[in-house]
Every structure is written in structure tokens, then in C-alpha cells.
């Protein structure tokens, strides 16, 4: 079982930043892709970004591309979001995914591990 612990949501003007960070709990001898997905009121959730393990690939919502930039951290345990020039349709609940393959993250699976999820709006 793996948790993840989501942080670094709030309030922000539209063209601010934020960083999102994914903590996850260790497992041993399992190595995890890690992704962004958001859910806005009455909407679907929706894919945002993703990162394998090596940090070697990486996938972008068209949405988001050249605005965001995932990353993981030296322990590998962590992923953040980096949120450049936000805009108001940014506004959603963002949910940390992890999965066995990168592929399966990027899909949603349900095979997937899901945090909580943090709050970002941005004001216009």
C-alpha cells in the first residue's frame, strides 16, 4: 500500500505560481511513477502531468504544457508541480496518482494510487 500526501495548494491572481508537492510513502523493492490530475466543480477529473521513475519521460496535458513542469526529488519518494502563469480555468482540485508504469498513470488507472488532494484557485 502506498499513501501520498499532497501540500502547497492556496490562492493565487492569475499569473502566479504555485508548487505543489507529492510526498510518498516508501516501499521497498517498488518503484513508482508519479502524476498530477485536477478535478474543477462539475467536471471530470483530468490528466495534468506525469513522470516515471527515472525522471528519464515525461507527459503533459496540452492545457498545461510550457506552463507547468513536473519533477521528482533525489529520494525519488517525492514529485512536485511546478504551476506557472496560472489562469482561473487552473482552478481545481489538484490529486497526487501513483502507479507501476507510467502508462498506467497517465490513463488514471484505477489500478492506481490517489492522495487526497489539495485546493488551488486562482482569482481573476
Known amino acids: 500500500q502506498v499513501q501520498l500526501a499532497e501540500s502547497g495548494g492556496g490562492l493565487v491572481q492569475a499569473g502566479g505560481s504555485l508548487r505543489l508537492s507529492c510526498a510518498a510513502s516508501?516501499?521497498?523493492?517498488?518503484?513508482?511513477?508519479m502524476g498530477w490530475f485536477r478535478q474543477a466543480p462539475g467536471k471530470e477529473r483530468e490528466f495534468v502531468a506525469a513522470?516515471?521513475?527515472?525522471?528519464?519521460?515525461?507527459n503533459y496535458a496540452d492545457s498545461v504544457q510550457g506552463r507547468f513542469t513536473i519533477s521528482r526529488g533525489n529520494a525519488k519518494n517525492t514529485v512536485y508541480l511546478q504551476m506557472n502563469n496560472l489562469k482561473p480555468e487552473d482552478t481545481a482540485v489538484y490529486y497526487c496518482?501513483?502507479?507501476?508504469?507510467?502508462?498506467?498513470?497517465?490513463?488514471?488507472?484505477?489500478?492506481?494510487?490517489w492522495g487526497q488532494g489539495t485546493q488551488v484557485t486562482v482569482s481573476s
Open positions: 496518482a501513483a502507479g507501476e508504469k507510467l502508462a498506467m498513470v497517465v490513463a488514471g488507472s484505477m489500478n492506481n494510487y
Open positions: 516508501k516501499r521497498t523493492g517498488t518503484s513508482y511513477a
Open positions: 513522470i516515471n521513475w527515472s525522471g528519464s519521460s515525461i
